[in-house]
């Protein structure tokens, strides 16, 4: 396997930008590190002593040196200001930093930024060339405004967890902040083209998203289909999918479990060696969907998923097998595809450097991946630096 070649900071297209991140827990940092990824320089601005709370939001209950091995994820590639944004001299430090910054990102809950001075529109008098990036919960308007901003809690509102789990089965969220992350991407999908508008005209700009309006998103074949026709709802089957007819879904093996998409149910049933030439009518992998799940997963839990693989992907069905997490990592293909990378800091006891392996931006630029070392910083740690640099 050959090593894959990456980027040299100089090549990223954001190379040259500053931006201000004022946010915390997870869709503002990430939107945040997404943009120090394509070669942004980022400056952290936190709380002095305790930071960002999400140095203390600890996925899995993982933890290194001092700080959440979800801070050291989201928050690798930037810089730290210490300051106290209640306090006026320290104010006075980071109006200087706004004024010379291309863009700031922040989280706080409606109003919250507005009532500390440093809301959009008082920014923009300072800095008319400012991108300026807002992620919500749920909006800055309407009822749900001021509810907390949680991953769970909008995917609760969004409907999503009904998507998930079988007839019968109680709402299942998605085990992963799924808002938070499609929120994070629609943020720097924002800014960037903010920057690339002010490259065009000179002119600053807002730039809003907030979880539910992601998970409202991710469900955009849903909710249109439902507007188009209110009699579309979801109706959960015995584990096939709710709005695709047979044969898609996962199905146990006897050793394991594999997906099936998209494939003419009597041709697949020949490759089984199973009789399901009376479903040659489209139209009946709808009104049939239950009862071919039930054929299809019969036959294939007597043999191993390995078995099947070979037969279907030699006719090309479009199948693939269900991965446990160990078995990824340790996949051939997860290791073509160089998704990792590794980010160092000094430890906080000054005894040595601390290495944090994580993934790497899952874009390529001009062929070559997108990978960084500077780990997450300590609170503060570049303070002095930034202040000397910037004569404030």
């Not at 083209?193 to 907030?210: D, I, Q, W």
């Not at 249109?224 to 579309?232: E, G, I, R, S």
């Not at 997906?259 to 490759?271: D, E, F, N, V, Y």
């Given at each position: 396997m050959s090593t894959k070649p990456s980027l040299d900071k100089s090549d990223l297209p954001l190379n040259g930008i500053l931006v201000l991140d004022f946010s915390q827990f997870l869709a503002g940092p990430v939107a945040a590190m997404r943009l120090a990824d394509m070669g942004a320089r980022v400056i952290k601005i936190e709380r002095p002593g305790t930071g960002d709370i999400g140095r203390t939001l600890a996925f899995a209950g993982l933890a290194s040196d001092g700080d959440t091995l979800s801070f050291h994820m989201m928050n690798r590639n930037k810089e730290s200001f210490a300051a106290d944004l209640k306090n006026s001299q320290s104010m006075e430090e980071v109006w200087k930093l706004v004024e010379k910054a291309d863009v700031i990102i922040q989280n706080f809950r409606p109003g919250v930024i507005e009532r500390l001075g440093l809301g959009y529109e008082e920014v923009k008098k300072r800095n008319p060339r400012i991108i300026y990036g807002s992620a919500t919960g749920y909006g800055s308007t309407g009822p749900f405004k001021d509810r907390p901003g949680q991953d769970l809690l909008a995917q609760s509102?969004?409907?999503?967890?009904?998507?998930?789990?079988?007839?019968?089965?109680?709402?299942?969220?998605?085990?992963?902040?799924?808002?938070?992350?499609?929120?994070?991407?629609?943020?720097?999908?924002?800014?960037?083209?903010?920057?690339?508008?002010?490259?065009?005209?000179?002119?600053?700009?807002?730039?809003?998203?907030?979880?539910?309006e992601s998970m409202l998103d991710l469900q955009f074949e849903l909710i249109?289909?439902?507007?188009?026709?209110?009699?579309?709802i979801v109706k959960r089957g015995s584990g096939a999918h709710a709005f695709l007819?047979?044969?898609?879904?996962?199905?146990?093996?006897?050793?394991?479990?594999?997906?099936?998409?998209?494939?003419?149910?009597?041709?697949?049933?020949?490759?089984?060696?199973?009789?399901?030439?009376r479903y040659e009518d489209p139209k009946s992998w709808w009104s049939d969907q239950e009862v071919i799940t039930n054929?299809?997963?019969?036959?294939?839990?007597?043999?191993s998923t390995e078995h099947w693989l070979e037969i279907l992907d030699a006719a090309d069905i479009w199948c693939a097998p269900v991965l446990t997490l160990p078995e990824l990592i340790a996949h051939d293909g997860f290791k073509e595809i160089d998704m990792t990378q590794t980010v160092v800091r000094n430890s906080i006891d000054g005894s040595g450097e601390i290495a944090i392996k994580t993934t790497r931006s899952p874009m390529r630029i001009d062929g070559k991946t997108v990978k960084h070392s500077k780990g997450a910083p300590h609170v503060g740690e570049d303070t002095e630096k930034i202040r000397k640099e910037f004569g404030i």
């Open positions: 509102i969004s409907g999503l967890p009904w998507l998930n789990g079988k007839a019968g089965d109680p709402p299942i969220p998605v085990g992963l902040a799924v808002a938070d992350i499609f929120t994070s991407t629609h943020l720097a999908h924002g800014i960037t083209a903010l920057l690339l508008r002010r490259e065009r005209t000179g002119v600053g700009g807002l730039v809003e998203s907030s979880l539910l249109t289909a439902n507007l188009f026709d209110p009699k579309v007819p047979a044969p898609y879904g996962i199905y146990k093996t006897s050793d394991g479990y594999m997906a099936i998409a998209m494939t003419p149910i009597p041709s697949l049933g020949k490759l089984l060696d199973i009789d399901l030439s054929i299809l997963s019969t036959r294939l839990s007597t043999q």
